[in-house]
């Protein structure tokens, strides 16, 4: 959030000193010192946590860690008892969901909240429908508009869905949380937060997740990931951090550690 100045060369005489000012990368998020408390339960204790631009965290801990609590403060849902969030270097109060959203954060949680009975597409834009004037007077939903712009987003993450006519309900797991992530894509997010993506999916339905996720990156959007297969997180990840009991216990690169490595942090031995 600060700058560093770097005096390049101090003059003498009539020559004036000369500086320059070096940002430091300032992180995409940065929460700092987040507490929740759920009466005398502390969920998150003194919690720093941060993500820079394009970059894939994964948020690692055992059930009642405190993962779900952090990602909820950050989506907006949970207001923080403690602490501080900036968003690209900014002070702000993430005080609902719609306001994490316009300030650039898309939660995709586990059970994706899909209308099976609707189409692709109109999932893809639910309470947000494109729509078109007729005679200046009519608004009608823009359906053409939005299968295009549907197929753009499955396009662009290299999802193989032919058409977005057809009912949610036909899709398979992976598919369905192909879909889901496209629906986010198209809202410009700049924060992915994903809730356990990959669990009750085959080993071909989590690999196409994790490419999707491998290309949310390569387009210069961030994610965070919580999940419970250390493998799936380990092969997609730059960093790992760890919460234990509401505390955060590990924050590390994920090149170099093992599995091993990883579950010693987690349960603590």
Do not use: W
Not at 249 to 268: N, R, S, Y
């Amino acid at each position: 959030m600060l700058s560093t100045i770097s005096i390049l060369e101090i003059g003498s005489g009539k020559t004036q000193p000369e500086a320059k000012v070096e940002l430091k990368r300032v992180p995409l998020l940065e929460a700092v010192n987040i507490s929740k408390n759920f009466g005398s339960v502390r969920a998150l204790d003194g919690v720093n946590f941060s993500v820079h631009h394009q970059e894939i965290v994964g948020l690692l801990g055992d059930n009642g860690a405190g993962k779900s609590t952090l990602v909820k403060v950050i989506s907006g849902v949970h207001p923080p008892d403690g602490g501080e969030i900036f968003m690209e270097g900014v002070k702000t109060k993430l005080s609902s969901p719609a306001l994490a959203r316009r300030m650039g954060i898309e939660t995709i949680y586990q059970d994706l909240a899909l209308v099976d009975d609707l189409s692709i597409y109109r999932n893809m834009f639910l309470a947000r429908e494109i729509k078109k004037r007729y005679l200046g007077l009519f608004n009608f939903l823009d359906d053409k508009r939005m299968q295009k712009e549907a197929l753009n987003g499955l396009d662009s993450l290299k999802i193989g869905i032919s058409t977005v006519r057809d009912p949610v309900r036909y899709l398979s797991g992976g598919q369905r949380q192909s879909v889901s992530t496209a629906r986010a894509i198209l809202t410009d997010a700049k924060l992915f937060l994903m809730d356990e993506p990959t669990a009750a999916l085959g080993v071909a339905e989590s690999r196409q997740v994790l490419k999707i996720i491998r290309e949310l990156k390569d387009k210069g959007r961030s994610v965070v990931v919580i999940a419970h297969n250390i493998r799936h997180i380990m092969s997609i990840c730059d960093r790992l951090v760890i919460l234990r009991r509401g505390k955060l216990v590990g924050d590390m690169p994920a090149k170099g550690l093992t599995v091993d490595d990883v579950e010693e942090v987690i349960i603590g031995s």
